[in-house]
């Protein structure tokens, strides 16, 4: 055989006895498999993965208190990231307890759905998705429950329909309170006056009407009340009333802000306030310097085209002449601060009584009641989208024979004025502000006109006789603005009737 053919066998004859060997259980560079028992060992196989946990599902619920209308549907959503996503939709028909179906936990708001993205950690709210009808009412939600997360069962969010009315009366420092008749308007004592401090005037309603707030003008301090959700009862909240600047005269309240025009220091306090307790605890700083005796506020709470959805907040000043502007910053998150508004204070007519908002092409107009005796006017003033500063519209100052106080009604379509035993009416031109009477004006009232009062669900108006302690109701059609005489008008309040508002 050739030298090279034999070299080639041979290579050949030893690597089929080397796979024969390795076949046969020879050593192999292979390692084991793990678990193995050693060399020819079969070894075994993983342990299974752990099962999932088990799906830990949370509920949400509540109580339905002054429900008298019908279609009122509320909705739990959950805010995925920025926006928000409905994850329920509940109709009411009735007062009392109700449970949404869906629930919310680590795996998504409902075991069945599969590869949801809303765990517990995640914020959620309940909220109004459709407000009832047959009678209109405005129901609303418990603050603390417009953005929550979710660590147990939650069974307390209230929903509150019922409207009561509240009088703060001077001469015998107290507050008198009134459930509204949903059909009717007509004002129902909620049982005997609430003692507040010394000359008790202006008062304001957080947004869920769960605390009202009355400001004491002698006493230099703040009352505190909690309200009951079916009754409207006032209790007082532990720690009250609360330290203020001197001589309060006007409150305001945003979400969890509260604000306190003070006349006799000439200075703004500001509050945060806890939405569960309603314990109003001081900003740091704790006041801002205004204008001299600022006595009206007025919030314009900001949209996504005016003001990037941050709150405006305008004071009168009687002494100065002048209306203050703040920016409310961060008023949606938890620091917050204000900003003077550029230019401001911006200069207005004299004796400042009311403000009211208005609507116009290109934004939101401003209306200061000048209470100037034989002189009264209403001022008007364009509020830039973007500075909020304010700009003299085109025929203002409006005369007027005299004037008490101005309203608008909630959809800024019609404007009030009292002025001596008469309510005046006039419609808001939607381009350029402007005000038109409206016929059938002015409304005699039979009594002195003092304040003018328009309840959250736009369909009743309430004007303010101090001297008498009365109110007298009128019902307000919001398609033409006309005001009619209220079945059982006037209401007697209290003694004096110094301040009367409707939440």
Request: proline fraction near 9%.
């Given at each position: ?9 041979r290579?050949?004859?030893l690597?089929?006895a080397?796979?024969?060997?390795t076949?046969?259980?020879g050593e192999?560079?292979?390692?084991p498999s ?5 060399s ?7 342990p ?5 946990p ?5 509920t949400?619920s509540?109580t ?5 209308g019908?279609?009122l549907?509320?909705k739990?959503y ?9 994850l ?13 179906t869906t629930?919310?936990?680590t795996?998504?708001p ?5 590869g949801?993205?809303y765990p517990?950690t ?11 009808h047959?009678p209109?009412q ?6 603390s429950?417009?953005?929550?997360a979710i660590?147990a ?14 009088s ?11 459930s509204v008749d949903a ?5 129902v ?7 507040a401090g ?6 304001v ?10 400001a004491?003008?002698?006493s230099?301090d ?9 009754s409207g009862?006032l209790?007082t ?6 330290a ?5 005269r ?14 006799g ?5 500001v509050?945060?306030?806890?939405q569960?307790s309603?314990v109003p605890?001081?900003w ?5 310097a205004?204008?001299?005796g600022?006595?009206v ?16 907040l305008?004071?009168?000043n ?13 008023a ?7 900003e003077?508004v ?6 207005s007519?004299?004796s400042?009584t009311?403000l009211a908002f ?5 934004g ?9 005796g034989?002189d009264?006017t ?6 830039d989208p973007n500075?909020?500063?304010l ?14 106080y101005?309203a608008?009604?909630?959809t ?25 009477p ?5 409304v ?6 003092d304040s003018?009062?328009?309840d959250?669900t736009n ?11 009365t109110?007298?109701g009128?019902?307000l ?20 009737a110094?301040?009367f508002?409707?939440f």
């Amino acid at each position: 055989m050739h030298l090279l053919s034999r070299h080639i066998a041979r290579v050949s004859t030893l690597t089929v006895a080397l796979v024969a060997v390795t076949a046969c259980g020879g050593e192999s560079s292979t390692p084991p498999s793990v678990g193995g028992t050693g060399s020819g060992g079969t070894g075994s196989a993983p342990p299974p993965p752990p099962p999932p946990p088990p799906f830990v599902g949370y509920t949400v619920s509540g109580t339905i208190s002054g429900l008298v209308g019908q279609g009122l549907v509320l909705k739990l959503y959950g805010l995925n990231y920025v926006r928000p996503q409905s994850l329920d939709q509940l109709p009411i028909s009735s007062n009392g307890h109700y449970d949404f179906t869906t629930t919310i936990g680590t795996n998504g708001p409902n075991a069945s759905v599969a590869g949801s993205f809303y765990p517990a950690t995640f914020d959620y709210g309940v909220e109004i998705a459709l407000q009832p009808h047959s009678p209109t009412q405005r129901c609303v939600v418990s603050d603390s429950y417009r953005n929550f997360a979710i660590t147990a069962n939650v069974t307390d969010v209230g929903v509150v329909c019922g409207e009561f009315s509240y009088s703060t009366n001077t001469a015998d420092n107290a507050i008198s309170g009134f459930s509204v008749d949903a059909y009717t308007g007509a004002l129902v004592s909620v049982g005997p006056p609430v003692a507040a401090g010394r000359s008790p005037y202006a008062l304001v309603s957080s947004g869920d009407k769960q605390h009202l707030y009355v400001a004491n003008t002698d006493s230099n301090d703040v009352s505190a009340f909690a309200v009951d959700r079916s009754s409207g009862e006032l209790t007082t909240v532990p720690g009250s009333p609360f330290a203020a600047g001197t001589r309060p005269r006007a409150l305001a309240l945003f979400r969890s802000t509260l604000f306190v025009a003070n006349a006799g220091s000439d200075n703004l306090s500001v509050y945060r306030v806890d939405q569960k307790s309603g314990v109003p605890t001081p900003w740091s700083p704790a006041s801002y310097a205004t204008g001299t005796g600022p006595s009206v506020m007025a919030i314009e709470p900001g949209n996504a085209t005016f003001g990037g959805f941050t709150p405006i907040l305008y004071i009168a000043n009687a002494g100065s002449n002048d209306i203050s502007a703040f920016w409310l910053l961060g008023a949606h998150g938890p620091e917050q601060a204000l900003e003077s508004v550029v230019g401001s204070p911006f200069r207005s007519g004299s004796s400042v009584t009311s403000l009211a908002f208005g609507a116009a092409a290109g934004g939101r107009v401003l209306y200061a009641a000048n209470a100037n005796g034989v002189d009264a006017t209403i001022s008007g003033f364009s509020i830039d989208p973007n500075t909020a500063a304010l700009t003299s519209l085109p025929g203002f100052p409006f005369p007027l024979p005299s004037c008490n106080y101005i309203a608008t009604d909630q959809t800024s379509t019609y404007l009030y004025a009292t002025a001596g035993t008469n309510v005046l009416g006039y419609s808001i031109d939607r381009q350029t502000g402007a005000l038109s009477p409206l016929p059938g004006f002015p409304v005699a009232v039979g009594a002195n006109a003092d304040s003018i009062g328009i309840d959250p669900t736009n369909q009743f108006l309430y004007v303010r006789n101090g001297s008498a302690g009365t109110v007298i109701g009128l019902e307000l059609n919001a398609a033409t603005g006309e005001l009619t005489p209220m079945p059982g008008s006037p209401f007697a309040v209290g003694k004096s009737a110094d301040f009367f508002a409707t939440f």
